[in-house]
């Protein structure tokens, strides 16, 4: 049976391939003929193996033809946060050294205008190159060796993924691509579907109801997601939750941020046994833990996948026993990667050929590993290491919550005091009263010391699309001409 989207094009012509998120569908064929186009265009205008394209193209079949043409001539794709200011895609386009930039769709028809609909020759496999968030400093590209296989070979092999998660190919499988396509993980999971033979359905906006809506119109069956979505499809109004058949789905997959223990016991009474978990990051990955054993551990995020293995080191590099919290480091095969650029940051991230992206997490008796925090957002107050995922789950679990951020402020006697930023559930008074509300509720639930000394209200917290929170915009007012020990 082939896999690959080329091959599996080329087999079914007829087949649908994308729904872009205005309804326009696209069979394989036409979605085969444009990214040969792409190629074509591509190489015309100077790329060759290892050069790099990048694109600010949103949700929709330009950016899929822009990554199927990239992905068969060996170069590297970048995919740029549209969000993002001026400035700071200026710097991501200079700093990974791309030959060619597509921002708009426009750009691309010009691309692809004249060129042969036929595969290229000489095809080689290319790779994307994420840029990480910039949590912490500018964002650096995520730059691994190109894989000496044709395209054909290596997107057979990207479907491993997939497998992972025990989800078949061909069938009548159909995803939902419900963030943004710059995302890393929303990328793999979308075009290891692509490979796999289902169908694509893209969002361009996400909506609790608007998700609800798809998965019911067009029978999703998979779908990539995070924590954030679901708490936000969990408060509509149980009426509203009951119009959508959702009966569809087999596996719905969610990583990105902990998820709070209450908020997936919910999810899974509602969707049933569908619901996948794993630990991954831009830079590799990762565990996993399916329905029924997260179940058995509730919190856990998994054990390694196949090819991967995890360690818990403490700050002398030494591997910490079960149930000691330490810094996450993951190995995932022989497979290796460097901050373009960035030789020092590439050297602080690996230890012993494993890596780490700052994750403070244990692993137990059993070899599950449960993440704490990022270890950048660990409070420390009165030198007890407190870690803000546990209270802001919490807070999540009172109904009048929709949001809630938690980190450390300046305290001249404990170092830290813990501060609360919540956005009010949709008709909710923000106030004093709603204040000692939440805190009156965090007491019966939590350690008195990891109760926050006060509650501040926002309208939205700064949030992107894919739910990853800025809690850096939150938190560095606070330490304006201070240093954080962290």
Request: aromatic letters at 8%; glycine letters at 8%; a negative charge.
């Amino acid at each position: 049976m082939a896999l690959g989207f080329w091959k599996l094009a080329q087999e079914h012509p007829a087949h649908l391939a994308l729904v872009e998120p205005d309804g326009t569908e696209h069979t394989a064929g036409d979605l085969l003929a444009a990214c040969n186009q792409v190629a074509h265009g591509l190489r015309a205008a100077g790329v060759q193996r290892g050069d790099t394209v990048a694109t600010l193209l949103k949700n929709g079949a330009p950016f899929m033809e822009l990554y199927l043409g990239a992905m068969q001539i060996g170069a590297y794709l970048v995919p740029v946060n549209w969000h993002l200011a001026p400035p700071e895609v200026h710097y991501i386009v200079e700093d990974s050294e791309s030959k060619v930039f597509v921002d708009s769709d426009d750009a691309l028809l010009k691309l692809k205008d004249g060129q042969p609909t036929e595969l290229p020759d000489d095809r080689w496999a290319g790779a994307v190159m994420n840029y990480t968030s910039g949590t912490t400093g500018r964002p650096k590209g995520v730059r691994r060796p190109l894989a000496e296989l044709d395209p054909d070979t290596n997107a057979e092999l990207h479907t491993f993924l997939l497998n992972l998660f025990s989800i078949e190919p061909h069938d009548d499988n159909v995803h939902l691509v419900a963030a943004p396509l710059y995302h890393t993980a929303v990328l793999n999971f979308g075009s290891a579907s692509l490979n796999m033979g289902h169908t694509l359905v893209l969002m361009d906006r996400w909506t609790p109801e608007g998700t609800l809506e798809r998965i019911d119109r067009y029978k999703v069956t998979t779908t990539h997601m995070v924590p954030t979505m679901f708490h936000r499809m969990l408060a509509l109004p149980d009426d509203v939750k009951a119009e959508y058949d959702v009966s569809s789905l087999r596996q719905v997959i969610h990583s990105a941020a902990p998820c709070p223990i209450d908020v997936k016991r919910r999810m899974l009474e509602w969707w049933g046994p569908t619901i996948y978990e794993y630990y991954a990051a831009t830079e590799g990955g990762g565990t996993l833990v399916t329905p029924d054993e997260w179940l058995q551990k509730p919190g856990t995020v998994g054990k390694p996948w196949p090819i991967s293995q995890v360690k818990v080191l403490d700050d002398d590099g030494n591997e910490l026993p079960p149930g000691q919290i330490g810094t996450v480091y993951m190995k995932m095969g022989d497979i290796q990667f460097e901050y373009h650029g960035d030789e020092e940051k590439t050297k602080k991230t690996w230890r012993d050929g494993f890596f780490t992206v700052g994750d403070a997490g244990e692993l137990d008796e059993d070899g599950w590993l449960f993440l704490r925090d990022r270890k950048s957002d660990m409070i420390i107050s009165g030198g007890v290491n407190i870690y803000p995922a546990e209270i802001e789950g919490e807070l999540l679990t009172h109904p009048k919550v929709g949001d809630a951020a938690v980190f450390g402020i300046p305290d001249d006697d404990w170092g830290e005091q813990i501060k609360a930023v919540v956005e009010p559930a949709s008709g909710v008074e923000a106030g004093p009263e709603l204040e000692q509300e939440l805190i009156g509720h965090l007491q019966d639930r939590i350690a008195k010391y990891k109760i926050p000394k006060s509650v501040d209200f926002v309208a939205e917290l700064p949030r992107d699309p894919n739910g990853k929170l800025y809690k850096r915009k939150l938190r560095d007012p606070y330490w304006e001409g201070r240093e954080r020990q962290i």
